[in-house]
């Protein structure tokens, strides 16, 4: 089992930054890929970005890309997510996800790949 926690979420402006910390713990949960979602009312999650085992390979959404940065420290079981001129379109509740490791091509970009979540933290830009 691996158990998310996500902080970092409040209220900015419009083209202000955030970052969102995802702190893990449990038995496997250096071993696991790492991901943000997105969920607004009424839609369904959104795939943000995702970061391999070891960091080295990081994934975005095509539309967030030079926005948003994922980054992780095993050394603290924290996997992070730089957000950087934002929008209000940004708006919405931000999950972390773990998988069970393995990059799974374009799968790995919908919420079926993963199978632990925290509980979402709410980030909301102003215009």
């Known amino acids: 089992q691996v158990q998310l926690v996500e902080s970092g979420g409040g209220l900015v402006q419009a083209g202000g930054s955030l970052r969102l910390s995802c702190a893990a713990s449990?038995?496997?949960?250096?071993?696991?890929?790492m991901a943000w979602f997105r969920q607004t009312p009424g839609k369904e999650r959104e795939f943000v970005a995702r970061?391999?085992?070891?960091?080295?390979?990081?994934y975005y959404a095509d539309s967030l890309k030079g926005r948003f940065t994922i980054s992780r420290d095993n050394a603290k079981n924290t996997v992070y997510l730089q957000m950087n001129s934002l929008k209000p379109e940004d708006t919405a509740v931000y999950y972390c996800?773990?998988?069970?490791?393995?990059?799974?091509?374009?799968?790995?970009?919908?919420?079926?790949?993963?199978?632990?979540w925290g509980q979402g933290t709410q980030v909301t830009v102003s215009s």
């Open positions: 449990g038995r496997t949960s250096n071993k696991n890929g």
């Open positions: 996800a773990a998988d069970q490791g393995s990059y799974r091509g374009s799968y790995s970009y919908t919420q079926n790949a993963y199978d632990y």
């Open positions: 970061i391999s085992v070891t960091g080295r390979s990081t």
